[in-house]
């Protein structure tokens, strides 16, 4: 592509602008929420927004990875298996993103490859530059176009792009090249970069900047500079640390942000946007001046907050059972879900989690009593999705828990294929039931490989994205809470149900009341005997935002909360949950929060980003 060729890069107001966001220092500093952030008070000014994650492994996608790696794997409408950020940029700005928006060096690799194999290279020795680096560009203005607004099918007009890692890795120096000459093809003026970066506070409380201006330094080797910092810090940054970070990283004064720990990840864009980053973004990326309407995300933050603070003395204790809890990213999406719905509930969520591989580690019966003990305390039941057999007996044991002692149960994907175990072996007393992943001899395999999946290739064969469930009465729970006899959901599994046994699950009180829309596969689970006894096939947890909770995750709340009836019988028999941010009047003068200038002089910015006078108490 030629220099200053701006056709590709057109969108439907004009040229397509690219706000690219990386970091220095240490990772882990909050770039996904940061730039998750940035989109909302974007789109709160009227601007349509698209979002790609750059991932420099040299992996094709998440899908392979252990979730003590990169934490869980994120599962996209047309089944691409993805960094766990984009799930921050569905949930924050209600997208429907593609596997295309999550840009690996094994997708850019694998590509060129295979145009070299087919000669598309016209004979040319290929190289990093110019080949590798056109292929990622080519790859960012492409996606940048592709509709990701649910209720419009209009490209967006601003294309945020998240490069992975820190500035100065190895793996990720093609693509700064590679941004650098995309700035050069469209036009300084339609491309802004961001720098996330990292501001320690000594036990005297300085402020140190070092790590920031080396990071910068880095940054500048590939022929970059920061159009803005946002600088990480445990309270809000200093008016001298912030001239030191403008002096030393020649980035203008008003255009370095700090982003403090805060209560919530909620307040960030009102954080931001309290600052001023719309307006400076906009100036940059010369395009005209817009407020940030961010009032149905303050009505939500303060709900949010008053939760957490006025609810805390008497919370919903849920017991998460499962074999990643040391490492809760793992399970991001269905944490999440959970905290949005006991907002959506009035509740203050307080999760228990249970390492399932207690109870396989307990050699005597007390061992296993103090195991069962556990689940004395708590008013509903989750097991997540999850492979291989470690910890599977300690999962069962929990799904017996709950269909015995009548507490709501949500199982996901592996969580309902365990209901069903569960219910063979200690209801109908096949001893020997169990699923083919973890006993290829069972003489009762109710759970069984599917068999159209690869046996040998692992990566992007399982069963993936967005599938049709069909809901066979209206009589079942998940019609009343669903309101329909068709559901989309997105699945990542390679077990399923052993349809041999249907009759004889059926007989043990078990209901079938979702299928696919062959009716081949079983998708959904439920009990007659039970107050709410839900199991999965897919995972719904994909699907939930702040502002619309999953269906089964908003159920499963109500139930353990005993508000489900009572929801139910608003709806005339249906589950309403729309609309309620947009009715909410949550007081808000309790939840103001404080800009470091602010600070200084006493003022307070509140969730609005509009000053008031009000000195710190």
Known sequence: MCIRDRVSTQSTWG????????????????????????????????????????????????????PFEHGEVFVLNDGGEADLDLGNYERFLGEELTSNHNITTGKIYQQVINNEREGKYLGKTVQVVPHITTAIIEWIQKTATIPVQKDSSDPAEICLVEV?????????????EAIRQLILNVGRENCCLGFVSYIPTLKGGEQKTKPTQHGVKELRVTGLSPDFIVCRCEKPITKEARSKVALFTNVLPECVFDAPDLEHTF?????????????????????????????????????????????????????????????????????????????????????KFIDSTEYEKAKTEEEKLIYIN??????????PGGFGDRGIEG?????????????????????????????????LGWKDANSTEFNPDSTKPVIIFMPEISQTIKGGTMRLGAKETHIESEETLAYKIYGSKSIKERHRHRYEFNMVYKKEIESAGVIFSGCDSKKERLEIIERKDHPFFFGTQYHPEFNGTPFKPSIPFLSFILAASNKLEGKLKEGNGKLLIDGKYDQCFTQLLNCLLY?????????????????????KT
């Open 15 to 66: 040229f397509m602008k690219y706000i690219f966001l990386c970091g220095g220092t240490i990772s882990g500093l909050g770039k996904g929420i940061t730039i998750s952030s940035i989109g909302v008070i974007l789109k709160s000014c009227g601007w349509k927004i698209t979002n790609i994650k750059i991932d420099p492994y040299i992996n094709v996608d998440a899908g392979t990875m252990s």
């Open 164 to 176: 992975g890692g820190t500035v100065g890795d190895l793996e990720s120096g093609c693509y700064f």
């Open 267 to 351: 307040e960030v864009p009102i954080y931001l946007a309290s600052q001023g980053i719309a307006e400076k973004i906009s100036k940059r990326l010369e395009l005209s001046i817009k407020n940030p309407d961010l009032k149905r995300w303050e009505k939500m933050t303060g709900h949010a907050l008053n939760i957490e603070r006025s609810f805390k003395s008497s919370p919903l204790k849920i017991a998460f059972v499962g074999k990643y809890t040391g490492f809760q990213d793992s399970y991001l999406s269905v944490i999440k879900s959970l905290q949005y719905s006991s907002y959506y509930a009035d509740e203050f969520l307080e999760l």
């Open 374 to 383: 556990k689940f004395t305390d708590v008013k509903g039941i989750l097991v």
């Open 395 to 427: 999962k069962i044991m929990a799904a017996e828990i709950a269909r015995t002692k009548k507490i709501p149960y949500l199982g996901l994907c592996l969580g309902m294929q365990i209901a069903v175990i569960e219910v063979a072996r200690n209801v």
């Open 595 to 615: 800009t470091s200038d602010a600070a200084d002089e006493g003022l307070g910015v509140d969730l609005g980003g509009r000053r008031i006078i009000k000195k």
